[in-house]
């Protein structure tokens, strides 16, 4: 017996790494391990090159090619990597997102039903944008679950105005109904990796809503796992909340660290003006461990191509 497992044991370390690497290319690419087959495909023989002629996209958009039709949509947003950009056009946009949904492009499900969430291009509706949210939940979308949290926010917030703050107890207990859940679609977004529900669900952990007791620590830990997807607000909230030392304990280099992440980033004169503000009340040392642990993260951040290019993808 012993002997049959030591000639087993290369094929179950090869096994085992097998599963390693599959998970921890599925937490790169954020996208379910059952969508890697797909994505894989997407990435490399998908036979769509983004970077082709606008005219030839739109040739194969016309075609009825989904793909096509969702990077020529893409292309006329701010969404777009910077080299791939056209002019901004938000109803065209939302014309050929809606004709990739229809052919059954999950991301641009996700992307149309926010759309109509928002009223980019088109109406307002969000009956439809729940409709596409939920269709692109179906196909592996994690975005549609941050549409629907905030289609049950924006339903929560209406309810309350609507009362002017004097709810009876039936309409209250609908309204808390509402807000759990919000926050119960934001936590699946966030465990699937979205970075705009890890924010949100941060925001309700700071609140201390229905079905989201208020912790601190926890609200920072998720706003530190979006500021590392990219998300800019949460990284400017991270290193105000830092700073000011009001819901974590103060920090001021890393608060330094995460602004001045930001201001590499963004190349914005006031996060910079905010970093010389921040010197003149912080000891040398820590200016210069903010500064190590700043290089540290943009090292580990996707970069700005890798983050733009990821939304030309079917399951991003």
């Known amino acids: 017996m012993r002997r049959k497992l030591e000639r087993l044991r290369p094929y179950l370390f090869g096994a085992g790494l097998a599963v390693v690497l599959t998970l921890d290319l599925a937490n790169q690419w954020e996208v379910p391990v059952a969508q890697l087959p797909g994505e894989f495909?997407?990435?490399?023989?998908?036979?769509?090159?983004?970077?082709?002629?606008?005219?030839?996209?739109?040739?194969?958009?016309?075609?009825?090619?989904?793909?096509?039709?969702?990077?020529?949509?893409?292309?006329?947003?701010?969404?777009?990597?910077?080299?791939?950009?056209?002019?901004?056009?938000k109803p065209l946009a939302f014309r050929w997102t809606q004709e990739a949904a229809k052919k059954g492009h999950s991301r641009a499900m996700a992307v149309l039903a926010?759309?109509?969430?928002?009223?980019?291009?088109?109406?307002?509706?969000?009956?439809a944008a729940r409709t596409w949210a939920e269709q692109a939940i179906a196909k592996g979308q994690p975005m549609g679950y941050r549409v629907l949290g905030d289609l049950c926010l924006e339903e929560a917030d209406a309810a309350q105005k609507a009362a002017g703050g004097s709810m009876d107890k039936t309409a209250y207990a609908a309204y808390e109904r509402t807000l759990r859940q919000a926050y119960a679609y934001y936590r699946r977004g966030a465990d699937a990796g979205d970075r705009v529900s890890l924010r949100k669900l941060a925001e309700g952990h700071?609140?201390?809503?229905?079905?989201?007791?208020?912790?601190?620590?926890?609200?920072?830990?998720?706003?530190?796992?979006?500021?590392?997807?990219?998300?800019?607000?949460?990284?400017?909230?991270?290193?105000a909340r830092?700073?000011?030392?009001?819901?974590?304990?103060?920090?001021?280099a890393e608060a330094y660290a995460w602004r001045l992440v930001l201001a590499q980033l963004?190349?914005?004169?006031?996060?910079?003006?905010?970093?010389?503000?921040?010197?003149?009340?912080m000891r040398l040392e820590e200016v210069r461990t903010g500064q190590k642990a700043a290089a540290q993260i943009l090292a580990e951040l996707p970069s700005e191509a890798s983050d733009a290019l990821s939304r030309l993808h079917t399951v991003r």
């Open 41 to 89: 495909f997407d990435r490399y023989f998908s036979g769509l090159d983004p970077w082709s002629e606008p005219s030839e996209i739109l040739r194969l958009a016309e075609a009825g090619n989904k793909q096509a039709q969702y990077v020529y949509a893409l292309r006329h947003t701010a969404y777009a990597p910077v080299e791939l950009q056209l002019k901004e056009d």
């Open 114 to 127: 926010l759309y109509l969430l928002r009223g980019t291009g088109t109406a307002k509706d969000s009956v």
């Open 206 to 239: 700071d609140k201390g809503v229905p079905g989201i007791p208020r912790d601190y620590d926890l609200g920072t830990e998720l706003l530190r796992r979006a500021a590392m997807r990219r998300d800019l607000e949460s990284i400017e909230n991270l290193s």
């Open 242 to 252: 830092l700073e000011e030392g009001h819901k974590s304990p103060r920090d001021m």
């Open 266 to 281: 963004t190349g914005k004169q006031e996060h910079t003006d905010k970093l010389g503000l921040m010197e003149q009340l």
